[in-house]
């Protein structure tokens, strides 16, 4: 994605607050690897897209490490918009295979502390739910 397909996806109301910690995030070079897309990015959701191209198992469907990427790659996402985080913990319970053409990732917050966040990120593939991941966050603070 180019820098201003980067900022159209933000919402107005916070585009100039959290587009250089998008755009960082998403110059990664795992992000740019796997083609992840930012769909739209609010307050409250973070939606990614990655194409299933080359990310089949052996019976077809999406690797379960493709639906983890997708999935943590639109947690960073959602937990760095405002002050850098780092995962604790992430774990995914796989609900169906995925058998479409591309993964899509739905991020929201669920809770927060000073120190940690937890967010909860929904799967699709073929707009069928297929995996439920929950991410635990820790916030890294300025070292001086």
Excluded: W
């Excluded at 937990?79 to 479409?100: C, M, S």
């Amino acid at each position: 994605m180019r820098d201003d397909e980067i900022r159209d996806a933000i919402d107005v109301s916070i585009r100039d607050e959290v587009f250089e910690n998008v755009r960082s995030i998403y110059h990664a070079q795992y992000t740019i690897f796997n083609e992840i897309r930012i769909d739209s990015i609010t307050r409250d959701e973070v939606r990614c897209s990655m194409p299933m191209t080359n990310k089949y198992n052996s019976l077809m469907f999406a690797h379960g490490g493709a639906t983890y990427t997708v999935a943590d790659n639109a947690f960073a996402f959602a937990a760095n918009l405002f002050e850098k985080q780092i995962a604790l913990q992430g774990n995914i319970v796989y609900h169906r295979p995925g058998t479409g053409k591309k993964l899509v990732a739905v991020t929201s917050k669920v809770s927060e502390t000073n120190s940690v966040s937890t967010y909860n990120v929904k799967v699709y593939s073929d707009e069928k739910h297929i995996a439920t991941a929950t991410f635990i966050g820790f916030k890294i603070k300025d070292r001086k």
